[in-house]
């Protein structure tokens, strides 16, 4: 007894029996979760719960379907793409941002210009998801006089493409047929000795070359076969098929010569005053054409939005908006970096890239992680842009699950119950992604 | 192997800022030659520029026969040892060392082999497979110094490699980095603030002050032959005190009065030191080591002439020796060079409003001096050095040309 009374002294007094302050304590700290619990439950148990639930229902709740709207979300092609479309996501999209934010950072880090530089690249993250899917569906358009990508290529195309000197033209005279993608041909038979006239109109203006000299009719000669190609218009008329003063020969035509079959037996091209000639040509009857290729195919534009590219499109749209983020969460972490130990690495006979390799990238590695995982769960989330970018017509191939659920729950098809249980499948994509980022706040709490 | 050469090398910063100015040293092949010099005074500058860390604004740099003005860091051939290590932090400790030896892609035999050698000589074996976090500092200093010294470079820079460490562990890691530099035989140089590594440690030293070069010699040559007051007062501690007097003729030979006192010079000094003549009748600055006074209660009898009298202000007993300050009747010497050394000290200089000026002297253990006493020290007058106030050089040859350099 005396060791027990030892080891368990008499509670001092005021402890002795129920504690007054305890039920008050109690209160103090429920008034305090309350809030919390309240709106946690209102908006995200309750409604998680409620999804989960609704997944097992049919369309319009009342039908147990079990599985059954899983069955069918694996098994409808349009849904099957927008799982495989999430999939490429995730495999491209985080590690293209986090190299593409590793390199701005990088070549921005000693640069005189950097905050104005990096001020730009993180400008569209100043703007809305939906407003940027905007611009980027208006860039992409395919018509090259409304897309401004197109355009660019376009421009690009012409300054390198080896197109012809006039992007179009017309017959001025009946004495020609053809199109310009074909070639204008002349119908009358032409022998050597001939002369041939190939009066063209419609030339705009501009398009008329620079070195263009007053068109000079030809004068056949034995054994050849001579012409010009010339732009058979006058300001205030002119008669059609006839060279006259004031009209201007065009230069750098081809010129084809064709046997009775059609085939090509000769080309030319024509000089500055629009002439040209085939000598030595063997006797028989020809025709000659203006080639197409003297005719530039305008550039027709590339399909981005079309079914075949649109991901990749949507995929540029979002890289664009989410690059600025990488950087400057990667310019945070290599400022971090000790100089001294690049230094020390410079001097251990490092190269440059060895000192990024070795070391950067290494003491980068958990920024690195902290971009790659908020991109994954970004991208698994990934659906206004894709809205706002495709166009309806191509929605069902860019499809991704955020998009699907919203298009079945809500776009005409108001399928709640195959809605609700893609959004639990996304709900359990996103877990892993989240589990990982929690182990890592834990860990840098410890 | 090799030597390191500055010829006539300058950094100029962009604002314009000359942190280095025409800065003229060869270090031997082999040779240990410490930087030193207050803070800001260029010597980590002039490292760095052996580094490849720093563009050399004039001048050349040689490392042996090759200019490398315009060679990178990685091609110099030199290891260097920071201040703070700069470990990488992510490697192991073994993966540190051999990370120079690794981006040289040597054969992994010929790594291994020569990083247990560092590790052996450096007694890191126990830790080789702990990262640089898991390391006290003194661990981390062998560390940097492993990384260092498996490369076999032509050359060690070393900058301020101990001013990490606690006391006991600096006087310790201070042994060891002059020994292994001897046993190497790799030409050093080694940058620090601490005038006590610099005579400990060096082969021979060279001070820095505003970027310029001051002196570069033996420690014992630097301390006996100072040939400036900022080489006087910087080196050693406690520092040189520095009074100003008046030279005069005594007699045969020459007297300095300081304030009310007076010091006769004794021959061998007036001929060690002809220059001295040209000042007779003029202000000198007068310097005297702590240890060239000595209480005259223990010394016994001096003659007056090698008498100073003062006021003991505050006694610091070291057991093998006894600081005293005391407050001579003597004019302290201020020029800009001794408002530079008392800032970098970190104190104002003191007596600068009361007459007379606080001198250090370093007693024998047996004085009784107490503070408030009166005490007549005795100067070992042979031992004193001199300064003209105007230029701040040394007095001694005719030529007036300093101390060998």
């Given at each position: 007894m005396a060791l027990a009374d030892a080891g368990a002294p008499a509670p001092?007094?005021?402890?002795?029996?129920?504690?007054?302050g305890r039920w008050r304590r109690r209160l103090t700290t429920a008034a305090f979760l309350a809030p919390a619990i309240v709106l946690l439950t209102v908006w995200i148990v309750y409604p998680t719960i409620r999804t989960i639930i609704r997944s097992l229902f049919g369309r319009d709740g009342s039908e147990w379907v079990g599985l059954g709207n899983y069955e069918t979300l694996f098994t409808t092609d349009t849904l099957v793409t927008a799982i495989r479309n999430n999939a490429i996501w995730v495999a491209v999209v985080p590690a293209l941002v986090a190299a593409i934010g590793m390199v701005f950072a990088v070549l921005t880090e000693?640069?005189?210009?950097k905050v104005a530089f990096r001020t730009a690249v993180f400008m569209?993250?100043?703007?809305s998801m939906f407003a940027a899917g905007v611009i980027w569906h208006i860039m992409d358009e395919k018509d090259p006089e409304r897309g401004a990508v197109n355009a660019a290529i376009g421009a690009i195309k012409d300054v390198f493409g080896s197109s012809g000197v006039l992007s179009r033209g017309q017959p001025s005279s009946d004495a020609l047929t053809g199109s310009v993608r074909d070639g204008f041909v002349l119908r009358a038979t032409v022998r050597p000795g001939d002369g041939a006239l190939l009066g063209l109109t419609a030339i705009p203006p501009a398009e008329v070359p620079a070195d263009a000299e007053q068109a000079v009719a030809p004068e056949p000669a034995a054994g050849e076969i001579v012409g010009v190609v010339w732009r058979d218009f006058r300001p205030g008329g002119g008669e059609p098929g006839v060279v006259e003063p004031g009209e201007l020969g065009i230069p750098g035509a081809t010129v084809e010569l064709r046997d009775a079959a059609g085939e090509v037996v000769a080309t030319t091209r024509t000089g500055a005053d629009g002439g040209f000639a085939f000598a030595d040509v063997a006797d028989g009857g020809y025709r000659v054409a203006i080639g197409s290729k003297t005719f530039a195919a305008p550039f027709e534009g590339i399909s981005w939005l079309g079914p075949d590219l649109i991901t990749p499109s949507v995929m540029i749209a979002y890289i664009w908006v989410w690059a600025g983020f990488a950087m400057v969460v990667i310019a945070a972490g290599l400022s971090a970096i000790p100089r001294d130990v690049l230094e020390a690495a410079r001097t251990d006979g490092a190269t440059e890239w060895q000192v990024f390799r070795r070391v950067t990238v290494p003491l980068l590695a958990p920024v690195l992680s902290v971009v790659f995982v908020t991109m994954i769960i970004n991208v698994l989330k990934v659906f206004d842009i894709v809205l706002s970018v495709a166009p309806g017509s191509s929605q069902d191939d860019a499809n991704v699950i955020a998009l699907a659920m919203w298009r079945t729950s809500f776009s005409g098809v108001n399928d709640f119950g195959l809605g609700s249980a893609i959004a639990v499948l996304l709900f359990v994509l996103v877990i892993p992604a989240l589990a990982l980022n929690i182990r890592r706040f834990k860990r840098e709490e410890s | 192997m090799a030597e390191v050469e500055f010829d006539r090398v300058s950094k100029v910063y962009e604002d314009g800022t000359r942190a280095v100015n025409d800065f003229r040293v060869e270090i031997a092949d082999g040779e240990f030659l410490v930087l030193v010099g207050p803070s800001g005074c260029g010597k980590t500058t002039a490292l760095r520029m052996v580094a490849g860390l720093e563009e050399i604004t004039e001048g050349v740099v040689r490392i042996g026969d090759r200019?490398?003005?315009?060679?990178?860091s990685r091609d110099r051939d030199i290891a260097m040892v920071f201040q703070s290590y700069a470990?990488?932090?992510?490697?192991s400790v073994r993966e540190n060392i051999a990370f120079g030896l690794k981006v040289k892609r040597l054969p992994k035999d010929e790594i291994a082999r020569r990083v247990e050698r560092a590790a052996r000589i450096l007694d890191l074996e126990p830790f080789?497979?702990?990262?640089?976090?898991?390391?006290?500092g003194g661990q981390r200093q062998r560390v940097a110094m492993g990384r260092a010294i498996v490369r076999e470079p032509a050359c060690f820079l070393m900058d301020e490699p101990l001013s990490n460490l606690d006391a006991k562990l600096r006087v310790q890691m201070r042994a060891e980095i002059a020994r292994l530099q001897q046993e190497l035989g790799v030409t050093t140089l080694y940058v620090t603030h601490d005038q006590v590594e610099a005579m400990t440690m060096g082969d021979r030293v060279a001070v820095m002050r505003k970027g310029e070069l001051q002196q570069v010699a033996a420690p014992q040559e630097l301390y006996d032959h100072p040939v400036n007051l900022f080489v006087a007062g910087f080196i050693g501690s406690p520092a040189m005190n520095l009074l100003e007097g008046r030279l005069e003729r005594a007699g045969d030979g020459l007297a300095v009065r300081a304030g009310g006192q007076t010091l006769s010079l004794p021959a061998e000094l007036t001929a060690a030191r002809p220059a001295l003549a040209r000042y007779v009748d003029r202000t000198v600055i007068v310097g005297i080591r702590p240890e060239d006074l000595e209480d005259a209660a223990v010394a016994g009898d001096a003659p007056e002439g090698r008498r100073l009298g003062g006021v003991a202000q505050l006694r610091e007993a070291l057991g093998s020796e006894l600081m005293v300050y005391l407050t001579v009747d003597a004019p302290a010497a201020v020029t800009a060079e001794t408002d530079e050394l008392a800032e970098d000290r970190g104190v104002q200089q003191l007596g600068a409003d009361e007459p007379g000026t606080t001198v250090v002297g370093r007693f024998s253990p047996r004085s009784r001096v107490r503070e408030g006493d009166r005490v007549e020290v005795v100067v070992d007058t042979s031992a004193l050095h001199f300064f003209d106030p105007d230029t701040g050089l040394g007095i001694y040859d005719a030529t007036n040309g300093g101390g060998p350099t």
């Open positions: 001092p007094p005021g402890l002795e029996g129920p504690d007054p000693r640069i005189s210009w569209p993250m100043a703007i | 200019i490398v003005n315009h060679v990178p470990l990488y932090p992510h490697l080789l497979d702990r990262k640089p976090r898991a390391l006290s």
